[in-house]
């Protein structure tokens, strides 16, 4: 990503501050929390240094035993759990982590306290950021950089570049250091808002947040700045004339309503269940997702929680300027500090319900993430299940569901790129997970004005003139922990096995002419070395299923769920000794399984921001803990290689990734069997028979 570069605080809630009670142990930090949140760190002798600085402030949950005796408890015998807060605030130089007990928000209390020794820093706040941006203009070297470029000081601005790690003492990350970052600077300015086309190349400054000072400057070499035009995407700036297609506008009618109910942040729908919660560096969270059996008569857990924990973003281009561009999106800088308010009627249909999220900003003080969550049916004109029965003499029959789904949706706009997370609940009881990339590349200003001047490795495209659209991945990876009807689950790969025929019953052969078929290896793992899963053309297991081996089906199968990657299966290519692959050691597998542990939620480790790997998805697993009937958590790394093209620029269209959970053995029978054809609901004008 390329961060933020101006400081942007949409919604501020103080003032605003909303008083209604709590209603889920699992709901994010209210305002008033937070802001209790705030005032026991602040009073506490254990943070003596001043300013203090809140880079993380979430909710840390009870324990998911309590929560779940919570949840299945009625409601008037539900205990009342602690709400408490981890946080994590920088001060003299430390990293401080505090537990904040806010179960009476009237007196707040530090229920625990420690001083990060180890490598790594906590994400980057929006305020810091903009707080960077102000130095370069003040650096006689940089004020001179860019007037030997032709360029006026007041149109470029600078942003935060996390600069990763390359080796060599972890030292600095000690009490009193420096914590150092690059910033890299663009050309703003009326003429288009497209600055990210507009690199000011060959300027790199290193500067210390702490001390808020520039403490190191290159100016490597001059690349001409690449024009402004053509590179805006606004429409006033693109037109008119409009020459693009043109397509009627449509809406989405339900003349019954909604069947949408939201009671807090507890959506219900159809045969699901589910709590939307967010997270300033996860953005949205969805917890305690059931789905109702409607043969049993019972609702049953499926998944316990569910966020995207990191984006891992490494660039391929190992120049000066860009070897250090390895993003840790969530770790870095937050994904849900991105989460900006959605558009209605083009981000989310017309029918979406809209939902905050809530954060603490520098200060510790409250922040609405306004809009930044939608949910909505979706009728996409898909179908659920069918058959057609030409068959029959005299009969022609026909059964159809039509698929209506559930959708959860948040767009994060980490700097340059936007990334659409869908949650798509569906009542054949699947989740499916969509990540949608959109917006703006980043680009490398370079002389070439044609690829036919290109003769060494560009490590990337060439999209337009002095503008080279860098190579690059994605590795978002999710965090599911599945309780597949409860929390002792076991994890099974299916390996679909080529087989010769034998001939031989008693080898599974059979004396016919056939030579050959394939069958399945089924293979329970017992620690994690066999959770960790590499999944591509060559080979690996097939089908890879979380299952509750206490519960079966009335014939005997283990009731399950299986995992079902999409397209965007792409793992990371760096070699194991690459410090950036060493920072995200678990992009090298797209499925890793761990015992849960309550403290495990993020896979590039607490402290991503310069981390050195030894606190990561890979780390943990490599204790080779059981994962065989325990409560276990599935990680998967959805990918995508990111070569890109000229219809990239200068904004490109939408890509999209997606795996799915589905279950698998765990109905008797296909769930929607005894559901009723639609209505003939009387739509106004949508029939057309030509
Ligand atoms: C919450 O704390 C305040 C201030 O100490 C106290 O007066 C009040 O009784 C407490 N409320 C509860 C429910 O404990
Ligand atoms: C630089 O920008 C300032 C502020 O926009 C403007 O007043 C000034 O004329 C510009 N100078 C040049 C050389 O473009
Ligand atoms: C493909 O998967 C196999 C088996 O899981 C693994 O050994 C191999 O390293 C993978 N290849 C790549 C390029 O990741
Ligand atoms: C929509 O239906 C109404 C009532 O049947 C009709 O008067 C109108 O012409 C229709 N509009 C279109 C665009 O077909
Ligand atoms: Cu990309």
New binding site residues.
């Given amino acids: 990503m390329i961060p933020p570069l101006l400081a942007v605080l949409l919604v501020t809630a103080a003032g605003t501050v909303s008083c209604s009670p709590r209603r889920h142990p699992l709901d994010p930090l209210s305002a008033v929390e937070l802001t209790a949140v705030r005032s026991a760190v602040v009073a506490s002798p254990l943070v003596p240094d001043r300013p203090i600085s809140f880079h993380y402030v979430g909710l840390d949950e009870p324990d998911k035993a309590d929560v779940l005796s919570y949840a299945s408890s009625s409601s008037r015998r539900r205990p009342v759990l602690p709400r408490r807060a981890f946080v994590v605030a920088r001060a003299g130089g430390r990293s401080h982590e505090l537990r904040v007990d806010v179960t009476n928000t009237s007196a707040p209390s530090v229920a625990s306290h420690a001083v990060h020794r180890g490598a790594g820093f906590p994400r980057f706040t929006t305020e810091e950021m903009a707080a960077a941006a102000g130095l370069p203009p003040r650096y006689p070297p940089f004020v001179e950089s860019v007037r030997r470029r032709g360029l006026n000081v007041s149109d470029v601005g600078c942003g935060v570049f996390s600069m990763g790690w390359f080796g060599g003492e972890a030292g600095h990350h000690q009490a009193g250091g420096g914590r150092l970052t690059k910033m890299q600077c663009f050309v703003f300015g009326a003429a288009t808002a497209n600055f990210y086309a507009r690199p000011v190349e060959g300027v790199t400054l290193v500067v210390d947040l702490d001390r808020m000072a520039v403490v190191g400057y290159r100016d490597r070499v001059v690349h001409p700045v690449p024009e402004a035009e053509g590179t805006d995407y606004r429409a006033a700036k693109v037109g008119p004339p409009f020459t693009g297609p043109v397509t009627a506008p449509g809406v989405v009618v339900q003349p019954e309503g909604s069947g949408v109910k939201i009671d807090g942040r507890v959506v219900r729908w159809a045969n699901w269940e589910f709590h939307v919660g967010f997270d300033v560096r996860a953005s949205t969270v969805i917890s305690m997702a059931s789905v109702y059996d409607g043969d049993a008569g019972t609702r049953r857990q499926v998944l316990y929680r569910g966020f995207v924990s990191e984006i891992f973003v490494p660039y391929m281009d190992p120049e000066e300027e860009w070897y250090f561009h390895g993003f840790m999106d969530a770790g870095d800088y937050g994904l849900g500090v991105s989460a900006f308010p959605l558009q209605p009627g083009a981000d989310c249909p017309a029918n979406a319900i809209y939902m905050d999220g809530l954060y603490a900003n520098a200060d510790g003080q409250p922040v609405k993430a306004e809009n930044a969550i939608c949910v909505f049916e979706r009728y996409a004109g898909d179908v659920a299940w069918r058959h057609t029965e030409a068959g029959i003499p005299g009969q022609l029959i026909t059964e159809v569901r039509p698929d209506v789904t559930l959708v959860v949706r948040t767009v994060v706009s980490a700097g340059n790129y936007d990334y659409t997370f869908d949650w798509e609940f569906k009542t054949a009881g699947s989740i499916k997970c969509v990540v949608s990339l959109s917006g703006i590349l980043e680009m490398k200003a370079t002389s070439y004005t044609h690829v036919n001047q290109i003769k060494e490795d560009a490590h990337g495209t060439l999209l337009a003139a002095n503008t080279v659209g860098v190579y690059h991945d994605h590795f978002v990876t999710y965090h599911l922990d599945l309780d597949v009807d409860g929390t002792e689950n076991s994890f099974v790969k299916n390996t679909i096995t080529p087989m010769r025929n034998t001939g031989d019953p008693a080898t599974g052969g059979a004396d016919t002419p056939r030579r050959s078929y394939w069958t399945v290896r089924r293979e329970v793992a017992e620690t994690e070395a066999d959770g960790q ?9 097939a089908d890879l299923l979380f299952v509750n081996p206490s519960k079966k089906t009335s014939v005997g199968n283990e009731v399950g769920y299986r995992l079902v990657p999409g397209g965007a299966t792409a ?1 990371s ?1 760096l070699a194991d000794d690459d410090y950036p692959q060493r920072r995200a050691s678990y992009s ?2 797209q499925v890793w399984v761990t015992p849960y542990d309550k403290s495990e939620k993020w896979a590039s480790g607490l402290y991503a921001e310069q981390s050195t790997g030894d606190d990561n998805l890979a780390a943990w697993s490599r204790r080779n803990r059981r994962i065989k009937e325990e409560d276990i958590v599935l990680w998967y790394t959805l990918g995508v290689h990111h070569l890109p093209y000229q219809e990239d620029f200068p904004v490109m269209p939408t890509v999209s990734g997606a795996f799915e959970l589905r279950p698998s053995n765990f109905f008797e029978r296909n769930p929607l069997i005894r559901t009723k054809p639609p209505s003939n609901a009387n739509f106004p004008n949508c029939s057309c028979h030509i």
């Fill in positions: 899963v590499n999944i591509n053309s060559s080979g690996g297991p793992s290519l090298k597998k």
